[in-house]
């Protein structure tokens, strides 16, 4: 179990920093992703500043929210759910990225996971199984964003 996470880890770094160089050709603005946060849709920007100058020996110290993903980028079968945005207690600009593997056949394509509570009473009733990938990354929640 430890190797697949590690590797899962390994697969998500690699798509994050792909998608950082990406951002670095549209200098004008950041891409913007959808996420699902208590049945709605808000929009995160993932951008090259984030990472910069971080101590990556003190994340261990740093307040991380959950941030539930279903795939790689860019084949995700549903939107990553997030569980919280700004101005709700406890918020945090840093993520600690948990792989959602459905086990009870749901198709989220047609059926998504839209809250952390629906993903966390599926892996209390053995539907889902939450794979902490051991990793972090900063990103600005702009709720009520569309473009």
Sequence with gaps: MGSRRRSFGLVVLTVLAV???AG????????LFP???DG????????????????RGALHDVVTNPFYTFGVFPNLPQMDVLSLIP????????????????????DVTTNPFTSEAEILAAAAAGDVLLIDT???????VLPGQNR
């Design 19 to 21: 998608v950082l160089l």
């Design 24 to 31: 670095t050709t549209h200098a004008a603005q950041p891409p």
């Design 35 to 37: 996420a699902w946060h």
């Design 40 to 55: 709605t849709v808000v929009h995160f920007t993932v951008v090259n500043d984030n990472v910069v100058g971080v101590d």
């Design 87 to 106: 101005g709700q207690p406890g918020y945090s600009p840093w993520w600690q990225v948990i792989f959602v593997a459905v086990l009870d056949g749901r």
């Design 134 to 140: 051991d990793f972090i990354f900063l990103c600005q």
